[in-house]
């Protein structure tokens, strides 16, 4: 017998290995990890299927070292969607799982709960015992130990300052116990609910009533709810309904810093064993959500786009908040879209699908429209909030101070004295964007990348968005030795600094990347907000997504314009996605909420029609564009991008793969693009470029990938730059 397994690699192939020794065949089930010698080291691999056969010469294969599992590890659907994962976005097998487990199980951890060992003092045992008036050590862990009754756990001894040796001579004069507890799963709760239900309005019904008619088997909504409308509490009731049947929930958020206020949300309402993926999790802690919600002892688990592997014993809805979110794609190794794949993972597990947005993608509006996702509108907000009213301010003439202009102080300082928060939105972290030589125009420009560097004035360093690389600041100009540097444009940074100048009586939370960095900071601030004292909340897109500030009733958006210029396809939809969810932050109590926009462009029509339409009619203007230009969701595009020392090598790789993709696809079904340098040149020292693929079916697309991949593996030009394919891309950065 033959084993075929997914290791750890980019390469899109299996490796065959022979059985480990003695091994009882019957154990070697699809979906079982061994351990296995690879070159020089061992690594952990996936059995994907046995064969009587291998090209591989008999001398050359060797076998497998260990089988790690005596079960598949993931439950069939969880399965099929790995392998469509890897299938669609033409990714290496091995790699897509190793994306898709956790750590620890990638490096040969064992599948199960582990058994806790705990140390106890002994009933009768005294820190005066005899027996320990030579050995303060002892005595001391003893005193520690008594002070828990119910024991420490062997894996904290660290955290009490208790180390084995000492605990092992205590156990030897029969002063502590070691005992083994097998872990027991906390019952599932019978009264699911901690706090009553909001009554719903007569649109939340409406979409209720559709979504409880719908469980029980796969179909996606697309839930388009207004800032505010609501949605939340419809997911709640939903959930609800979806515990009440015995099942459980996944819910995806898009970023974690949301993940408090989520959760804070679903365990005020439920009664729910909950957990939540993110970041500060140890890899251990990661490990054991995933198996206690593989063994159905997770009600509800949230997190973010990786949680949509989580395997689920009875999964009953899936729920995709904010999806239109850029962050549920993954942007490096394997490049998939978290919210497509939570359609896809419906479809296996045949359940529904929830997709809640209230500035929906331009693709699930499409497929809305399709009729494959049933779309359910809430158009009011809920309670007694009103909609926010959204004025443009023309800055072309008017002078600017720290980035804001006189009506918007005006309006600022009215909101504040009203005892009113005030939030600003500003998407650019630092200082200043440019430094500049007033004397003879020289910029400082990153050496690295096809980038100017922006100031951080408390750090004194000029540093890169892009490579991170960062220097000092020169005191004179390198060109003609000026002194005249001048920071030119506004980053949060200096707003801030103008900011507590103007409003001496405010405090001015900041809240950005560089000032949230500390693991608590960002929870202190939200804290602060929710205490609701007036204040200036100024920030980067950290701030506009999902929050609920209630006493925040006026938003300023400083700069509105990127999205007016910029060459990506999907700048405008951005631009108007971004500045409909800050301005959702303003009034979501019952005090109305203000948005005052500040534009270079007031007058732009786009701009224009946001303000006076809003987000619908936007949308579906955008979507006529697209359609008349031939552009995603109307057609299918994948961007194959090198990067390489020499600008040379990227291109001339890409031109070798646009002629053998020229061979596969005679029929000009799909039609290539390029080889172009991508819109950033060049990025940490690399030069790049890029070839675009776009086709108005998917079926001649993707047949034309899978060979075409093979080919580009085995091309010599290929080792010389770094390549990825990027199926659906969603920018061409
Ligand atoms: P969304 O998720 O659409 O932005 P939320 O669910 O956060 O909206 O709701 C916004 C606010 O309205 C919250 O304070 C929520 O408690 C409140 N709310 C939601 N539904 C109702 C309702 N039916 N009646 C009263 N208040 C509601
Ligand atoms: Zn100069
Ligand atoms: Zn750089």
């Known amino acids: 017998m033959i084993l075929q397994l997914a290791l750890p690699s980019p390469l899109r192939r299996l490796f065959d290995y022979l059985p480990p020794l003695g091994c009882n065949p019957a154990l070697l089930r699809p979906g079982v990890r061994l351990r296995v010698p690879f070159g020089r080291r061992e690594v952990v691999g996936v059995l994907i299927r046995t064969q009587q056969h291998s090209e591989v010469p008999a001398d050359k294969l060797r076998a497998a070292l260990e089988l790690l599992d005596h079960e598949p590890l993931l439950p069939d659907s969880v399965w099929q969607l790995a392998l469509r994962t890897a299938q669609y976005y033409q990714h290496s097998l091995g790699d897509t799982l190793a994306w898709a487990l956790p750590s620890l199980l990638r490096q040969g951890e064992a599948a199960q709960m582990p058994d806790q060992w705990i140390w106890q003092a002994a009933p009768e045992a005294r820190a005066d015992d005899p027996s320990l008036n030579r050995a303060p050590k002892q005595q001391a862990a003893l005193r520690v130990l008594k002070q828990h009754p119910h024991g420490i756990q062997h894996t904290n001894l660290a955290r009490f300052d208790l180390q084995k040796a000492t605990l092992d001579n205590l156990q030897s004069k029969g002063l502590v116990s070691l005992t083994c507890h097998r872990h027991q799963s906390k019952p599932r709760p019978s009264q699911w609910l901690h706090a009553a239900e909001l009554p719903l309005n007569s649109e939340q019904q409406t979409a209720l009533h559709a979504l409880s008619a719908g469980l029980g088997r796969f179909q996606p909504y697309l839930l388009a709810g207004v800032t505010g409308s609501g949605k939340t509490e419809v997911y709640l009731q939903l959930i609800h309904q979806v515990l009440r049947a015995g099942q459980q929930v996944l819910v995806l958020i898009p970023e974690i810093n949301l993940g408090p206020q989520t959760l804070s949300r679903f365990t005020e309402r439920f009664n729910a064993r909950i957990a939540m993926l993110h970041s500060n999790l140890t890899d251990r802690e990661r490990l054991d959500v995933w198996l206690k919600a593989r063994a159905g002892e997770l009600d509800i688990v949230i997190g973010t786009r990786s949680a949509l592997f989580t395997p689920l014993a009875k999964p009953g809805l899936i729920v995709v908040d904010e999806e239109h979110d850029a962050s549920y794609k993954q942007q490096e190794g394997l490049r998939y879209h978290a919210r497509d794949l939570a359609v896809l993972r419906g479809r296996l597990e045949n359940v529904p699908v929830l997709l809640g947005s209230a500035t929906p993608s331009l693709e699930s509006l499409h497929n809305a429209q399709q009729g494959r996702y049933a779309q359910l509108k809430l158009n009011q907000r809920a309670g007694h909030a009103q909609p926010p009213k959204l004025l443009r301010l023309d800055i072309k003439s008017r002078p600017l101070d720290g980035g804001l202009s006189q009506p918007l102080l005006g309006a600022m300082r009215d909101t504040l004295g009203k005892g009113q928060q005030v939030l600003v939105f500003l998407n650019r972290r630092g200082f200043a964007p440019t430094l500049l030589c007033s004397h003879c125009g020289w910029q400082a420009e990153c050496s690295r990348c096809d980038a100017r560097l922006t100031l951080h004035q408390r750090q004194q360093r000029l540093r890169c968005h892009h490579c991170d690389s960062q220097r000092r600041i020169p005191e004179a100009c390198p060109k003609c030795q000026s002194t005249e540097l001048l920071p030119i444009g506004v980053g949060t940074e200096r707003s801030e600094e103008r900011l507590l100048e103007l409003f ?86 019952s005090q109305p909420g203000r948005v005052l926009i500040q534009s270079q462009l007031a007058d732009h029509p786009l701009l224009v029609q946001l303000c006076e339409s809003g987000y619908f009619a936007f949308a579906e203007q955008a979507l006529h564009e697209r359609r008349q230009a031939g552009l995603p969701p109307f057609s299918q595009m994948a961007l194959l991008r090198a990067e390489a020392n020499q600008p040379a090598l990227a291109e001339q790789f890409l031109q070798q793969a646009c002629t053998l993709a020229e061979g596969l696809c005679p029929s000009a079904s799909v039609e290539l693009l390029g080889p172009v340098p991508a819109p950033m040149a060049k990025r940490g020292g690399k030069h790049r470029a890029q070839l675009l693929l776009l086709s108005e079916q998917r079926a001649p697309l993707h047949q034309l990938l899978a060979p075409w991949l093979a080919q580009l593996e085995s091309l010599p030009e290929g080792r010389k730059v770094r390549w990825s394919l990027d199926v659906d891309p969603i920018d061409t950065y």
């Open 504 to 589: 001496p009586d405010y405090p001015v939370l900041r809240i950005d990347r560089d000032s949230t960095r500390g693991k608590h900071s960002m929870q202190a601030l939200f804290a602060q907000i929710q205490r609701g004292e007036p204040c200036i909340l100024l920030g980067t897109q950290m701030l506009a997504k999902g929050h609920h500030f209630p006493q925040v009733t006026l938003v300023a958006i400083l700069e509105a314009d990127g999205g007016l210029f910029s060459a990506d396809f999907r700048a405008a939809e951005r631009m108007a996605q971004q500045i409909i969810q800050v301005a959702g932050r303003a009034g979501r109590d």
